[in-house]
């Protein structure tokens, strides 16, 4: 606190204890999340279902895969910018709720044009609910365990990558394909629900904003209890340039101009991978001859590894940084590539599946991470946008590369060879990555960059040249 009645931000927001509240607000996080990851899945076990149904080759449902893809390219920057403008719980109901609707509409669709264009609107909505959601979640967590927090947060989107093989295993046999929406549709309408009653909005983004100071007074003394907060209080918000708030420039700003190329090439590398499992592993592992059921439980197991990374994360990233997703990169390589072998035991082949998932899904958790802590509230969900919509150009590439090399008649075992490639340019990547961490912290820690470095850099050159 700087003064009898002003409250700085940050040392309001920082100083708090981790109590129940601050407990229920992680939870609703990352229930958030896991709706998303659930949705980002599903349509992989929808597929092999459909393609029976409609009678079609593996590649007809590509451009299925890829419009979904291109809607979360576009949602990610354009629905962050709004969440800057407008706030990021607002962005999180509206896109939990639009989901959960058009999941409903597509267990009615009858060929692969109305599947297009209802995936085409959940990933727009899912693209905007992330990192709305990550926003809101670092800007009322206190810094030093806001990485923490991050990945568990993110530990959601794990969670709801794994929920659908497990429906599909236990649910399609006997109720069909649809089962694996109408869950999602009622899990997603349940916690729009939650956001809406029991959520707050960011304090920051209140303060920020102006005008709500009512709503950000009665917000600070819910999360500071042990202060007392009366009515002659005013917030002291971060001084923020004008004219810079949703514009791209800052991403850019002084040490940023390095970080966040990197930051938007280990997303796309990384969601390469990633996104080739979701949309080719079901269907990769029922052309090995697994069932319905089999290839669900197996599939699983990409997520379930990745669920181990993000516990381990939670001790070691804020000590650690970077460093931990470098190994990732660099271990995770191979073990996408195997993912699809046929000269390996069954126990062997779910041991790589779930390595693979460990290194995949972990690196993702812990890219997360890095978003709420490199980036400052003002251009914080727009800065995660943008960086989500860098990584799509990545997963925009695991079905066309998928289709492209099935087209060509590569082996189906052979496709993974792909994501596994670009996993090692990610990993160059990361290493600068952690290079200019070290040289901007002095240490392994991530810090948050000042949007403001640039125009400061250039007043003293401008006062050297006088």
Known sequence: MTGASHLDMN?????????????????????????????????????????????????????????????????????????????????????????????????????????????????????????????????????????????????????????????????????????????????QLLVALTVALVLPESIKFLVERGGREAQALHLARRLRPDLVIDEGHRFMPTPVAPGRRGSMRPLFAGALALVTPMMWTCQATNQMANFFSLTWLPTLLQAGGASTASAGGTASLFAIGGLGAGILLVFIIDRLGVVPLVAMFLIGSPLVAL?????????????????????????????????????????????????????????????????????????????????????LVGGIACIVLTIACLRNFGSLRVGEFSITETAAEASIDLAGTA
């Not at 979640?137 to 093989?165: D, F, K, Q, Y």
């Not at 400052?376 to 150009?393: C, D, E, K, N």
């Not at 998928?402 to 596994?420: D, E, Q, R």
Request: charged share 10%; aromatic share 6%; proline share 6%.
């Open 11 to 187: 040392a309001l927001v920082d100083g708090q204890r981790l109590r129940p509240t601050s407990l229920l607000f992680i939870v609703i996080v990352t229930l958030a999340m896991a709706s998303d990851g659930y949705d980002l899945a599903s349509l992989g076990y929808i597929a092999p279902e459909l393609l029976k149904q409609w009678h079609l080759a593996p590649a007809a449902l590509v451009p299925a895969f890829s419009v979904g893809i291109i809607g979360m390219m576009i949602g990610g920057p354009l629905l962050g910018l709004m969440g800057d403008r407008i706030g990021r719980k607002p962005m999180v109901i509206i896109g939990l709720v639009t989901i959960a609707l058009c999941d409903l509409m597509i267990t009615q669709v009858r060929g692969t044009g109305d599947l297009m264009a209802l995936r085409f609107f959940v990933g727009l909505m899912v693209g905007g609910v992330f990192p709305n959601a990550a926003a809101l979640i670092a800007e009322i967590t206190p810094r030093p365990i806001r990485g923490r927090v991050l990945v568990i947060a993110s530990l959601g989107v794990v969670i709801g990558i794994a929920t659908p093989g497990l429906v599909a295993r236990e649910l399609v046999p006997t109720f069909g394909w649809q089962a694996i929406l109408v869950v999602a549709s009622t899990a």
């Open 339 to 423: 993912m699809a072998s046929t000269n390996l035991s069954p126990g062997q082949h779910a041991m790589v599946i779930a390595g693979a998932g460990f290194c995949v899904t972990g690196i993702q958790c812990g890219l997360t991470a890095m978003l709420g802590l490199i980036y400052p509230t003002a251009i914080r969900s727009v800065g995660t946008g943008w960086t989500q919509a860098a990584g799509r150009l990545g997963a925009l590439a695991a079905p066309l590369v998928g289709g492209l090399l099935l087209g060509l008649h590569v082996a189906m075992n052979k496709l993974p060879f792909a994501p596994a490639a670009l996993l």
